[in-house]
């Protein structure tokens, strides 16, 4: 059994945000049982959530224009849960028009390019910016419930797109911006999105890619598709296609007045994000305006401690993975700045992530294991040179630690004072199901403690609870943020989470729990592939080679790698009288890149005879 690497200070835990909400319920910290009395606590989230969720979205101060009846109804079962029914609000309503009128003049966004140049937004200013682009999306005829998908760089208006987008009542899905054309229209045809936002050039490792070019091959003849609005960052010599796209700033330029808010359904969606699967087809999962508010601002707000006036927040990441749009979304509803960025961890020099966060006074910082093992390469001088004094949390998400990444992230980045907040939950819930807590001890690459209000457990192959073993992760009730459905495929909604233990959703991780209550994770129970914190189904990457016209049969899978986590290695059988030849490896090694996008992009291809 180890030692914890991390204790909290006793003179601070009991100013921590989390202990409020203990003293609001009538649960506050007990002095003299302090890992007893939270961990009572968190019980009675798991176990209360007709009160726990209601004390959230109170403390959280969410607004909604119409009160809801009840906490949630199960009258049709777990697997279709209804959270908050009656209730009426907007996510926009609540990070963006409230605390514009309410701290004007507050930071609010900070954005930095590849090249340096950094720009700001208080509150004031980027209501603005959502408000016009909210109203040119009414002008191009979108309505509720419409699909916006949103294939940009990581730079401040995807912020604005995406709430713009929340504002008038439609979903927005956001795309990594590295995938490659057929896999942004896979997702733009299943959705049946009507508009996309894009970027005519993006920036990364010093050279500047075309983007539009990329957009254009995935939307063409794609008949639900009308617009493209077209943020120009480079010359302007994009092609455009007249009567779909549009110039972004051109567009929005002469627009004034204010936009209004619709009021949605609590359980109305308001966010799409794709994800894979074992099969080669990803699927859309599907959240509300109601249940993003309570699990981002619950974990941004208990796990992360955060403060208005005090705290800049930075998650390392693209707007195409969850923690995009859960930044946005957490920071805001709980007033807090944040910073996104556009460019690599290590360019143009393996202390670009550090320098950032002495000069802006960074005080949350998250990112990948695999980033932080890429960083580790170039040795400690790099983050020694910077004595980020503003930091006083650190986070991490996306695939398992290994002990010494763990180690030097704790001791060369938090100087082996600092809680790392290493949290796992997934796309399909927006958020996590194991989240640390900053006032317990965390040992050495665990998850310390379930999220607040998520009743998980592990099971054994018999539905059996265990403990000290490893088991696959479950939650035994339905929290609001689950993803409701998938988009179009109820029956694959009840085969993926509902169909191993009925009654239980199964999340297909392994995961355990030792005789402390301290969790730990191992990996996904199913075959999906986590490549540098990104998941990918084989089924995909198979698809893709199978695509290739001397490819008979293909397999992948992954092996360890000490950057990626996991390296994918593929096994092709060719057709008949086809000649395994090393221009046709490579072939088909540009034939995933191309499909996928290059971090995906194989290690090895190895031709067979056969597969078993």
Known sequence: MSESIWHPDPEQLMSTRVADLMTTVGMPIDPEDVGGSVRRFVRWSQQQPERFWPAVLDDLGVVWSRGYSQVVDLSNGPEWADWFPGGETNIAMNCVDIPAAQMPDDLALVAEDEEGNSRRWNFSEADREIQKLAQLLSQLGIERGDRIACLMPMVGEVVFAMLATMKIGAVFIPIFSGYAPPSVRERLEDSGARLLFTADVGNRRGRRYDLKSQADLAVDGLESLQHLVVLRRGDGGAPMTDGRDLWWQDSIASIEGDSCTEMMAAMDPALMIYTSGTTGKPKGTVHTHAGCMAQMGKEVR???????????????????????????IGCWLNRVPFLVFEGAPDFPGPDRVWQMVERYGVTHLGISPTAIRLLMRSGDDPVDRYPMQSLRILGSTGEPWDHDSYRWYSRKVGGGKLPIINISGGTDIVGCFLAPLPVLPIRETSLQSAGLGMDIDVFDEDGHSVRGEVGYLVCKSPAPSMTRSLWRADEKYLETYWSRFPGVWNHGDWALIDDDEQWFLFGRADDTLNIAGRRV????????????????????????????????????????????????????????????????????????????
């Open 302 to 328: 208990y796990n992360f401690d955060v403060r208005p006036h005090k705290d800049l927040f930075w998650w390392f990441s693209d707007i195409g993975w969850m923690m995009g749009p859960w930044q946005i």
């Open 537 to 612: 189904g084989p089924g995909e990457i198979e698809s893709a080679l199978i695509g290739h016209s001397a490819v008979s049969e293909a397999a992948a899978i992954g092996v360890p790698d000490d950057l990626k986590g996991t390296e994918l290695v593929c096994f092709v059988v060719l057709h008949q009288g086809i000649l395994e030849q090393e221009d046709l490896r490579q072939q088909l090694v540009l034939q995933v890149v191309e499909a996928l996008g290059k971090v995906d992009r194989p290690g090895a291809i190895y031709f067979v005879d056969d597969l078993p």
